[in-house]
């Protein structure tokens, strides 16, 4: 199994509903990232996971809350975001942060939508 | 901003064509990866290429990197419509983080 998989696809919420974004490889992978991406822009760096635990946290506000569980599963909680958290979030993964030969393997990502 | 600079921003060529997109940056790395990304999915991985290189192939695409320049190239050969995408360059610096490129949209017309 070479992918990363994401849910959902689409999500469209309010800003005062509580969701999460869910991402999950089953590569061997032992570091997993989170970045959102605007339209036509790069994709900017949220969160770095290494072996379970929290490396990097590019000052993101407190309404995303990532999460760990275990080796294959990262997730990304969302609470009382705003109209420009709207993006495409995508989820990666790689051998650990030594990227190897093969870089980051990036999920489909999630569309968010925030109403 | 560290995002690193891609040249040009778009590109329109006829299939059959070379399509060649460069990259700047300005840290130094000790890699560099080019990735595309069809409209609105995730980033696929093309080629690596490390510092300590300056020219690699992958099939129809070829990497070179030039450090004491801080840039980067990406030439397809021989472009399909399929090929039409955003491509983006990115560098791995000593901090484990990724500075990607602001992209390439490529459109390769049948």
């Known amino acids: 199994d070479t992918e990363v998989t994401q849910t959902p696809k689409h999500l469209v919420m309010g800003m005062t509903n509580k969701k999460s974004l869910k991402c999950e490889q089953h590569?061997?992978?032992?570091?997993m990232y989170w970045y959102k991406q605007k339209a036509k822009k790069p994709p900017e760096l949220m969160f770095v996971y290494s072996y379970e635990k929290l490396s990097i946290n590019e000052s993101v506000p407190s309404r995303f809350s990532p999460e760990c569980p275990n080796s294959s599963l990262l997730n990304l909680h969302l609470h009382a975001l705003q109209p420009e958290d709207s993006a495409l979030y995508l989820c990666?993964?790689?051998?650990?942060?030594?990227?190897?030969?093969?870089?980051?393997?990036f999920g489909s990502g999630t569309r968010l939508t925030v109403v | 901003s560290q995002q690193g600079e891609e040249d040009p921003q778009a590109l329109s060529i006829q299939e059959g064509e070379n399509a060649t997109m460069n990259c700047s940056y300005k840290t130094s790395i000790n890699n560099l990866q080019w990735y595309r990304q069809n409209s609105g999915r995730g980033l696929v991985h093309l080629i690596l290429?490390?510092?300590?290189?300056r020219e690699k192939h992958s099939g129809r695409l070829r990497v070179t990197l030039d450090t004491s320049k801080k840039s980067s190239s990406l030439l397809i050969t021989a472009s399909r419509a399929a090929d039409t995408a955003s491509y983006f360059c990115a560098g791995d610096t000593g901090g484990f983080k990724t500075i990607f490129g602001a992209g390439t949209r490529l459109f390769v017309k049948a």
């Open positions: 590569m061997g992978h032992r570091a």
């Open positions: 990666a993964s790689s051998q650990d942060l030594v990227r190897g030969a093969h870089g980051y393997t």
């Open positions: 290429i490390r510092s300590n290189e």
